[in-house]
Structure formats: structure tokens, C-alpha cells
């Protein structure tokens, strides 16, 4: 289900980022254990989105170091940050959480079809594999945005609001998939205003504490 875990405690030292006009963190220190479901809370603007975004490599900071021991990190996005004209399918949007393993050339095996098979049942994505991601709802999308991160089998999951636009059942859902992640080993970070994913955590990060300005 999962890859090694990164052997080594994950830390953002001395970070220091913003965006044009905007200063985010300017002296950011965070540890995260290994191995365990960690929820980062804070208020909106507080950062949470891009601190996920710096421990994925998507973003590089002014000032500081970001150590997390693996570069092979799945990030799984809200799905307002992905268009909705997106000419994919479902299915195909969950295989792209195979590439990193395929690399550019290689075609998927019966493994990867089967891993990828196996998160759009979890999800009750089956019937909808061939469906546009322009034509699923909100719920839906955000659905095969968690299938594909989860269908990369990374040893560091990171998650930005993962039960947003879900139902209590596909939620609760959801934060067990988190815990049996955590369980088998895999880094699991979540950045969350739900309080059912902090009270399942493991640990908690809170940005509203942690940032220097």
C-alpha cells in the first residue's frame, strides 16, 4: 500500500517566503515526525497551503532549509486549483499519480492499471473512470484528486484540506485511509480546518502559534 518511510524527522528550518506584496513566513521553524498523520491548523492566510507547497518542492523559500529526506513527495491539491476545461478523465487523472514510478516512456503494467483500479473503487469513482473531470462535481473531483496522491504510494503524503466538498461518509472515509497510511508507515500531513482529521491526528502543527513575524 505504501512506500518506505523517510527515515529522519522532517524539518523546516529558518524558512522565510511570501508572494508579491504578501509575506508569509519569515522565520518558520517545524518538525514533523515520521510515520504518523501530523494536521497542520491555522487560520486562513495563515499559510497552511504554502507550507505544504514548500515541503513538496512546488515552492522554494527566500531563506531557510526544507528537509524531508525523500523526493518522492504526492501532494494532493484542493480541487478549486484545478480547472474544470481539464481535457483528462477520471481514470487518467489517477494514473497520473503513477508517473513518477513509469517515468516519461514506459507504459503502465497490469500493477499500476490494478493500483489505479483500486482507488477509483475505494473512491465510487468505477462508473465515472471515463468521465471528464470538467463533467464530475466538486465532491467527485476532490475525489480523484485524493485517488490519484494516494495511487502515487509516496512515503510522504501531503493533503491540503482533503475532505473539503465531502459528504460525512466519503470524509470519515477519508481520515481512515489517513490512519492505515500512518499505520503502514507513510509521512502523512494534512493542512485542515476539519476537526475530525485534527482529532484523528497523531500530532498537530498550528501555524497561528509557529509563525515568527
Known sequence: MTAAPPRTAIAVRGIAF??????????LDVSITPGALTAVTGSNGAG???????????LRPVRGTVETGTANVALAVQRSHVTDTFPITAAEAVMMGRWRRLGLLRRPT??????????????????????????????????????????????????DEPTTGLDNA?????????????????TVVAATHDAGVVSAADHRVDLDASIRH
Do not use: C, N
Open 18 to 27: 511570501g508572494y508579491p506584496a504578501t509575506e508569509v513566513f519569515r522565520d
Open 170 to 186: 466519503a470524509g470519515a472515509m477519508v481520515i481512515g485511509h489517513l490512519r492505515r497510511f500512518a499505520a503502514a508507515g507513510t
Open 110 to 159: 497490469r500493477a499500476d492499471h490494478a493500483v489505479v483500479d483500486q482507488w477509483l473503487e475505494e473512491f465510487g469513482l468505477t462508473a465515472l473512470r471515463h468521465r471528464s473531470l470538467g463533467e464530475l462535481s466538486g465532491g467527485q473531483r476532490q475525489r480523484v484528486l485524493l485517488a490519484q496522491a494516494f495511487a502515487q504510494q509516496a512515503p510522504l503524503l501531503l493533503l
Open 48 to 58: 497552511k497551503s504554502t507550507l505544504l507547497g514548500l515541503l513538496a518542492g512546488v
